[in-house]
C-alpha cells in the first residue's frame, strides 16, 4: 500500500473523529479499516506521526506511548549494568531468562522495575509502581526515572517482606516508610551483596 493510498484513510479517520464519531487510533483494527495499525507503523514511524501528517490531534496526550516504548528499549541496558556491577564485585549473577529475574550467588533473586515521571497539571512530578507479585523477587529495584524520561533519577530497594501492596505512587518526597529504601546509585546493592568468605570475616 503507498502513502498516498494510506494518507485518505488518515484523513477520513480524523475527520470521523472530528464530527464526534468517537472514532479512536485503537479504532483503526476495526474491519470497516483493513489497514492494521502495524502497516501504518512500518510505513510512517509510529501512529501518531500519521495522525500528525493529516493534522488531526487525538483528544488524549498519547506521548506516554512512545514514553514507555523508550522505557522499554531502557530495560536491557539496565539489566547489563546491574549484571556488571555485581559481578565487578565479586558476586556470581547471572539472569533467569524465563522470568527476567536475576539470580546472586544462587542466595537472591532481582526485579527491575522502572517507573516512568509523570508530571501532573500543577509541575509536581509522580510516579506509579507496580510490581510484579508473580516473580516473587527477594529485591525489587525500582528504577525511578529523571522528569524528561530521560535517565535514571534515583534507585530504590524494596525487600520482598516490605510491598505490602503490588502498586505504590510515589512523590518527590515520600517519607521515611519509603524514602529509606532509595539510593542515589546501586553502589550499596553491589557491595551488600559481594561473597565474603568464612576467614575474611573471622
Not at 479504532?27 to 483493513?34: A, E, G, K, P, V
Not at 489497514?35 to 500519521?50: C, I, K, M, W
Not at 515521571?117 to 510516579?127: E, K, M, Q, S, V
Request: aromatic letters at 10%.
Amino acid at each position: 500500500m503507498s502513502r498516498d493510498e494510506i494518507l485518505p484513510m488518515q484523513s477520513s479517520v480524523a475527520v470521523l473523529s472530528l464530527k464526534g464519531q468517537g472514532y479512536r487510533a485503537s479504532h483503526l483494527n476495526l474491519d470497516q479499516f483493513s489497514t492494521q495499525v502495524s502497516v501504518y507503523s512500518s510505513r510512517f514511524g509510529s501512529l501518531l506521526r500519521a495522525y500528525g501528517l493529516v493534522g488531526f490531534t487525538p483528544d488524549r496526550d498519547y506521548r506516554y506511548i512512545a514514553i514507555n516504548r523508550a522505557l522499554r528499549r531502557l530495560h536491557p541496558d539496565i539489566l547489563r549494568q546491574v549484571l556488571e556491577g555485581l559481578r565487578e564485585q565479586g558476586s556470581d549473577a547471572w539472569q533467569d531468562h524465563a522470568t527476567d529475574r536475576v539470580v546472586v550467588n544462587n542466595e537472591f533473586s532481582l526485579s527491575i522495575v522502572i517507573a516512568r515521571c509523570t508530571p501532573t497539571p500543577t509541575g509536581l512530578l509522580r510516579w506509579k509502581l507496580r510490581f510484579d507479585t508473580s516473580l516473587m523477587p527477594d529485591i525489587t529495584i525500582v528504577v525511578r526515572m529523571d522528569a524528561d524520561n530521560r535517565a535514571p533519577l534515583d534507585f530504590y530497594l524494596f525487600p520482598r517482606l516490605d510491598v505490602a501492596s503490588d502498586r505504590v505512587r510515589l512523590a518527590e518526597e515520600n517519607g521515611l516508610s519509603l524514602d529509606a529504601y532509595r539510593f542515589d546509585t546501586l553502589d550499596y546493592l553491589f557491595d551488600i551483596a559481594a561473597p565474603v568468605s568464612i576467614v575474611e570475616a573471622a
